[in-house]
């Protein structure tokens, strides 16, 4: 599959998969879209921070 529609489809499959009773789920889809951007951009900027290790001075 091409990488371009695997990105596309990955955050639209976790739209469709929310749960139905939640105070969490988000329905508009550009709400979504943009909480979606905000948690993946949360966990890259820890995972790339906890791979790192500094030497503490």
């Known amino acids: 599959m091409n990488n371009k ?7 639209f499959w976790h739209y469709l ?3 139905l009773i939640d105070e969490r789920s ?12 905000v948690q993946l951009l949360r966990r890259c900027w820890d ?3 906890s791979q790192k290790s ?4």
Do not use: A, G
């Not at 529609?5 to 955050?11: A, F, G, N, Q, T």
């Open 54 to 57: 500094y030497p503490h001075h």
């Open 5 to 11: 529609i695997k990105i596309l489809l990955h955050p």
């Open 26 to 37: 988000v329905w508009n889809l550009r709400y979504f879209l943009y909480f979606y951007r």
């Open 17 to 19: 998969n929310q749960p």
């Open 47 to 49: 995972k790339e921070y």
